[in-house]
């Protein structure tokens, strides 16, 4: 496996392989980054990943001096996933002069957790843009348990015009249900183990909705008011459509999306009523 530090040398890599699928990462991977790896093999492509740590995605506040950076452990997973590179570019190499283009998102990423994360997805869809432009690859793969970090990635590509087939990777859990996240890491092992009430109160939902129930915002309300009985401190819980707007009474297919902090560690997660291709 390569390991490839610069734009210049990722150039040179592309040479030999100028059709790849592409799995970006920000570090400190789990069998969920793994997954997405493997699921990118299944194109029959070399499969690169990218660890970076995006400043412009973190507001402030947030927790981007103490994201676990964790490269040697990464890239022995990688390889053993059977990635054939890993592009890990500094910061300079990233942004060489201060970034002042920008991709503009929709209303979207006003919503949900861009309403309580200002700046997010403006962050996180400008460096995804600039990975593309260096990797140029023909698949890239990105997780379900960001939904909606995913479906901006689509939209933006589908406008953008870009030659890239994006692929969802399916939300890997733990055994007790918890949705695997780097950022799991953080929690006291009382917190891990109140943290699947999450996960739980979205199926209760989806579960509903699935019988019939239509009578959204009090489904909403009654997760809220569980979640916080138990100590959470809840930025949203949401029923959406499949593409992420409002629900209709008459819809039948729906996505329960949910983000909240137990202690200083937040959470997100989201269950689909159903088989739903996004």
């Known amino acids: 496996m390569k390991i490839l530090h610069t734009p ?39 499969v690169i990943a990218s660890i970076f740590v995006n400043p412009l995605q973190f507001g402030a506040g947030e927790d981007f001096e103490r994201y676990p950076r964790t490269f040697d452990a990464d890239c022995d997973k990688l390889q053993a996933a059977g990635c054939s590179a890993v592009f890990a570019p ?12 920008f991709v503009e998102p929709p209303a979207l990423a006003n919503e949900l957790c861009g309403k309580f994360r200002p700046g997010h997805f403006r962050g996180m869809l400008t460096v995804v ?47 007790d249900g918890l949705a695997l996240s780097s950022r799991n890491d953080y929690l006291t092992d009382a917190e891990r183990h109140e943290a699947t009430r999450l996960y739980s109160s979205l199926r209760h939902i989806a579960d509903a909705l699935n019988l019939g129930r239509r009578d959204f915002e009090e489904l909403e309300v009654q997760a809220l008011d569980a979640l916080y009985q138990h100590g959470w401190k809840v930025d949203y819980i949401s029923v959406r459509r499949p593409d992420l707007g409002l629900p209709e009474e008459n819809d039948t297919h729906f996505v329960v999306l949910g983000a909240a902090w137990l ?11 159903g088989p739903i291709p996004l």
């Open 8 to 46: 210049a040398e990722l150039a040179v890599w592309k040479i030999a392989h100028p059709d790849c699928a592409f799995v970006p990462t920000m570090g400190n991977l789990h069998a969920g980054h793994v997954a997405l790896v493997e699921q990118a093999r299944l194109s029959g492509l070399p």
């Open 90 to 101: 500094s910061l300079a190499d990233m942004y060489p002069q201060p970034q002042t283009y």
């Open 129 to 175: 843009l600039k990975l593309f432009n260096l990797v140029q690859p023909r698949v890239a793969v990105f997780g379900k348990k960001d939904y909606q970090q995913l479906a901006l990635i689509r939209s933006m590509s589908e406008q953008l015009n870009l030659p890239i087939q994006i692929q969802a990777g399916e939300t890997v859990r733990a055994a």
């Open 263 to 273: 202690g200083k560690t937040r959470l997100i997660d989201n269950v689909e009523t």
